[in-house]
C-alpha cells in the first residue's frame, strides 16, 4: 500500500521514460511522509489506442489508491505534490491529472493477514 496505477497515451514515453516518470511518481509519494518508501508501488500501462478532444493528442492520468484514514487534506496534498513534480517532465501532455480512492481497511486483504501466525492482524507481517 498505496498503489499508483499510471494510464498514459503512447507519445508520452516520447516525453520521458517510463522509468523516470514511475520514479518521479514514486519518489514525490514518498515525500509526502504518508507512506514508508517499501510499501509505495508505482506501475504504468501505455495506450496505442484511445480517442481524446479535438486539438489534444496525449493524456497521463494516475488512479491512486491508499488505505482509508488519512484526511482530504492529506490526499489533496498528495495529488499536488505528485502533479507538481510530473508537470515540469511532461510539458506538452494535453491531459495530466490523479485521483486518489481509499481502500477499506474493514475489507482490505493480502497475504500478511491470512498468515496464521499474524495474530495482531498486521497488514505489514
Given amino acids: 500500500m498505496p498503489h499508483f496505477v499510471i494510464e498514459c497515451s503512447n507519445n508520452v514515453l516520447e516525453q520521458q521514460s517510463p522509468e523516470l516518470i514511475m ?18 508501488k508505482v506501475r504504468l500501462n501505455a495506450f496505442a489506442h484511445y480517442k481524446l478532444g479535438h486539438g489534444k493528442d496525449s493524456f497521463l492520468h494516475i488512479y491512486a489508491s491508499i488505505m482509508g484514514g488519512r484526511t482530504t487534506e492529506q490526499k489533496s496534498h498528495l495529488s499536488t505534490v505528485i502533479i507538481q513534480q510530473l ?39
Wanted: aromatic share 8%; charged share 20%; proline share 7%.
Fill in 87 to 125: 508537470a515540469p517532465l511532461l510539458p506538452e501532455v494535453s491531459f495530466l491529472s490523479i485521483n486518489v480512492d481509499d481502500f477499506d481497511p474493514e475489507t482490505y486483504c493480502n497475504r500478511a493477514l491470512i498468515n496464521p501466525a499474524n495474530v495482531g492482524r498486521n497488514r505489514h507481517f
Fill in 23 to 40: 520514479d518521479t511518481v514514486h519518489q514525490a509519494a514518498e515525500s509526502t511522509g504518508l507512506f514508508a518508501e517499501n510499501d509505495i
